[in-house]
């Protein structure tokens, strides 16, 4: 493959894309104008992310070894009472819950993700990224687009304060909530109902949730002025932040008196000084799209390309996912499948815009005024295919875990991968794959 691709931002969703390039043979840069590792707040880790990044990059070893946190699933104080309520990734965990303690829940076969901290998480899938052969450029700051008769033919950089020009055939923006290639064009679209703002803090020796979950399960709790995460990302340290409508920061007594009215496990916890000795960050949660995420030369991936309202924890998911499948799209249609260019790029951003809508609908109900719990689980069944799932309650999970988008991309990537290897021996994929299905319809 002989196209050059240029990855603004090596946070998850473009240190994804650039890894899957690189590892398929593509000439990849990414400039990021940080350095990993540093601070970023989505600690929440979904099992569809982690199955992806092991699928494509073995990295599940890995992960499992950096010491995070299991995430079994997620317990929430909301709804018609303040009685919590889990929802859990394994089916079989939901029956023999009752009868396990903390050390046969870990020695079990229960399928798990884990709550990560983003510094050394985000700093291990960049590295991925050039390990696997891509041009990772760090401090450097995109700047601007170049274009050329109406195309994007590259960025304009900042590299010590020298200004350069970094020019591809491609150029996929995964610049975070800068949106720089959304904001160029004006596409960007905020969602007026979903604006948000959050104020979190790390604390050491909080407690967990009662039982053998512990602390291998997130919380979500409501307040009457919003709701509470609470995501253990260490064996002694938690995320712990309110999600609120101002439009301001929060002051320490406040985010104090709100959290003591949580019922949250911080008795005996200890806030951790943050950057400059402050303990509490903050962090704009506006829920945004954009009327077009290709165009002619860019893509838009991850938060760069939609951001959904957080009560979900989907955001490092959406990023690692939309990599994986922005990847596939640019490697199928920069590669065997040139004249199909415009439909593939196409599929992408269909598939990316459906998953958003599908997450946006979701949270618009959660807020809504309908607080029965069983609610949620029928409002998710409504986005599952029919006779995909059992009940409604796993069709929550199937869609919230990111696994309906991730089991569509795996199907996609192991379709791409027969085609390269029949066109290797010569022979007609699409012959092929009409006679499987016409064997399968044969029974």
């Given at each position: 493959?002989?196209?050059?691709?240029?990855?603004?931002?090596?946070?998850?969703?473009?240190?994804?894309?650039?890894?899957?390039?690189?590892?398929?043979?593509?000439?990849?840069?990414?400039?990021?104008?940080?350095?990993?590792?540093?601070?970023?707040?989505?600690?929440?880790?979904?099992?569809?992310?982690?199955?992806?990044?092991?699928?494509?990059?073995?990295?599940?070893?890995?992960?499992?070894?950096?010491?995070?946190?299991?995430?079994?699933?997620?317990?929430?104080?909301?709804?018609?009472?303040?009685?919590?309520?889990?929802?859990?990734?394994?089916?079989?965990?939901?029956?023999?819950?009752?009868?396990?303690?903390?050390?046969?829940?870990?020695?079990?076969?229960?399928?798990?993700?884990?709550?990560?901290?983003?510094?050394?998480?985000?700093?291990?899938?960049?590295?991925?990224?050039?390990?696997?052969?891509?041009?990772?450029?760090?401090?450097?700051?995109?700047?601007?687009?170049?274009?050329?008769?109406?195309?994007?033919?590259?960025?304009?950089?900042?590299?010590?304060?020298?200004?350069?020009?970094?020019?591809?055939?491609?150029?996929?923006?995964?610049?975070?909530?800068?949106?720089?290639?959304?904001?160029?064009?004006?596409?960007?679209?905020?969602?007026?109902?979903?604006?948000?703002?959050?104020?979190?803090?790390?604390?050491?020796?909080?407690?967990?949730?009662?039982?053998?979950?512990?602390?291998?399960?997130?919380?979500?709790?409501?307040?009457?002025?919003?709701?509470?995460?609470?995501?253990?990302?260490?064996?002694?340290?938690?995320?712990?932040?309110?999600?609120?409508?101002?439009?301001?920061?929060?002051?320490?007594?406040?985010?104090?008196?709100?959290?003591?009215?949580?019922?949250?496990?911080?008795?005996?916890?200890?806030?951790?000084?943050?950057?400059?000795?402050?303990?509490?960050?903050?962090?704009?949660?506006?829920?945004?799209?954009?009327?077009?995420?290709?165009?002619?030369?860019?893509?838009?991936?991850?938060?760069?390309?939609?951001?959904?309202?957080?009560?979900?924890?989907?955001?490092?998911?959406?990023?690692?996912?939309?990599?994986?499948?922005?990847?596939?799209?640019?490697?199928?249609?920069?590669?065997?499948?040139?004249?199909?260019?415009?439909?593939?790029?196409?599929?992408?951003?269909?598939?990316?815009?459906?998953?958003?809508?599908?997450?946006?609908?979701?949270?618009?109900?959660?807020?809504?005024?309908?607080?029965?719990?069983?609610?949620?689980?029928?409002?998710?069944?409504?986005?599952?295919?029919?006779?995909?799932?059992?009940?409604?309650?796993?069709?929550?999970?199937?869609?919230?875990?990111?696994?309906?988008?991730?089991?569509?991309?795996?199907?996609?990537?192991?379709d791409w991968q027969e085609r390269k290897m029949f066109r290797a021996l010569g022979v007609?994929?699409?012959?092929?794959?009409?006679?499987?299905?016409?064997?399968?319809?044969?029974?």
């Amino acid at each position: 493959m002989t196209a050059r691709f240029l990855v603004l931002g090596g946070g998850p969703a473009g240190a994804t894309t650039a890894a899957m390039l690189a590892r398929h043979g593509a000439a990849v840069t990414v400039v990021e104008r940080t350095r990993m590792p540093r601070h970023h707040v989505g600690e929440s880790l979904q099992p569809a992310s982690l199955s992806l990044l092991d699928r494509h990059f073995g990295l599940g070893p890995t992960i499992a070894g950096m010491g995070f946190p299991r995430k079994y699933g997620a317990a929430y104080v909301w709804g018609e009472t303040r009685d919590p309520w889990t929802v859990l990734f394994d089916a079989q965990l939901e029956t023999d819950l009752p009868g396990l303690d903390e050390a046969a829940l870990l020695a079990g076969p229960y399928e798990h993700s884990f709550n990560v901290e983003r510094a050394p998480f985000d700093h291990l899938l960049l590295q991925e990224a050039a390990r696997l052969g891509a041009d990772v450029r760090e401090d450097v700051e995109a700047e601007s687009l170049i274009e050329e008769d109406g195309r994007v033919v590259g960025a304009r950089i900042l590299v010590d304060g020298v200004r350069e020009d970094l020019r591809a055939d491609f150029v996929v923006d995964a610049s975070g909530q800068r949106c720089l290639v959304g904001r160029h064009f004006g596409l960007t679209r905020t969602v007026p109902d979903l604006r948000a703002t959050a104020t979190y803090a790390w604390f050491d020796g909080a407690g967990g949730f009662p039982g053998p979950l512990g602390r291998h399960v997130q919380w979500i709790v409501t307040v009457p002025d919003g709701w509470i995460w609470f995501i253990p990302i260490g064996p002694d340290r938690t995320s712990v932040g309110i999600v609120t409508r101002d439009r301001s920061r929060m002051d320490e007594a406040r985010f104090d008196a709100l959290l003591a009215s949580s019922g949250l496990p911080l008795e005996h916890a200890r806030a951790v000084p943050g950057e400059g000795g402050g303990r509490l960050r903050f962090a704009r949660d506006w829920s945004f799209s954009h009327t077009s995420l290709t165009g002619d030369g860019w893509m838009l991936v991850g938060d760069a390309a939609a951001f959904v309202d957080p009560i979900l924890s989907g955001g490092v998911d959406f990023a690692i996912r939309g990599g994986c499948q922005a990847a596939l799209a640019l490697l199928r249609a920069y590669g065997e499948e040139r004249a199909d260019r415009a439909s593939l790029l196409a599929t992408y951003e269909a598939d990316v815009a459906s998953d958003y809508k599908a997450y946006l609908r979701l949270a618009r109900y959660w807020y809504g005024n309908n607080r029965s719990v069983e609610g949620f689980f029928w409002e998710a069944h409504r986005e599952i295919p029919p006779h995909a799932v059992s009940t409604p309650y796993r069709a929550f999970v199937y869609l919230t875990t990111g696994k309906l988008a991730a089991d569509r991309h795996v199907r996609l990537f192991q379709d791409w991968q027969e085609r390269k290897m029949f066109r290797a021996l010569g022979v007609d994929a699409d012959a092929v794959q009409r006679a499987a299905r016409a064997a399968r319809q044969e029974g």
